[in-house]
């Protein structure tokens, strides 16, 4: 089934230059590139994509993290896309994720793993309809 994700490269990547490495690893694996765009999130946008955790301890520093730097959000669509970039972005602690993953591969620590993916299709819709309008997308 073809399905769309959204992809954030977080402030630690774009700080180091990652940003076209994590969309180069996403594209080889098959996913096509449908909307991209660099901004800076603020904290009413923060909060609103990560509503889901509101509630738990870490939801301050989430969202503090994410609206402290630019980031990229790209949505990508493919064959099971949803759940093929979850693997490829590896566990979200990168010292648990395996090699080769881009949380392994690029990831710091367990606020600062370089990447946001939707973990649902249903998420992913909501997500990107946070940050691209209809017609920011584009379908080959």
């Given at each position: 089934m073809i399905e769309r994700s959204l992809v954030?490269?977080?402030p630690d990547a774009m700080e180091r230059g990652l940003s076209g490495e994590i969309v180069k690893r996403i594209e080889e694996?098959?996913?096509?590139?449908?909307?991209?765009?660099?901004?800076?999130m603020d904290m009413a946008l923060a909060e609103r994509h990560y509503a889901p955790?509101?509630?738990k301890p870490f939801f301050k520093s989430l969202t503090s993290y994410i609206s402290s730097a630019p980031i990229v959000a790209a949505v990508f669509e493919g064959e099971g896309a949803v759940e093929r970039i979850r693997k490829l972005m590896g566990t979200t602690d990168p010292a648990k994720a395996a090699e080769g993953?881009?949380?392994?591969?690029?990831?710091?620590?367990?606020?600062?793993?370089s990447v946001h993916g939707s973990d649902s299709v249903e998420t992913a819709k909501n997500e990107i309809?946070?940050?691209?309008?209809?017609?920011?997308l584009f379908i080959y």
């Open positions: 954030l490269v977080k694996a098959g996913m096509t590139l449908i909307g991209i765009k660099m901004l800076h955790h509101r509630e993953t881009i949380r392994g591969d690029l990831g710091i620590d367990i606020e600062h793993n309809d946070l940050f691209f309008k209809k017609d920011e």
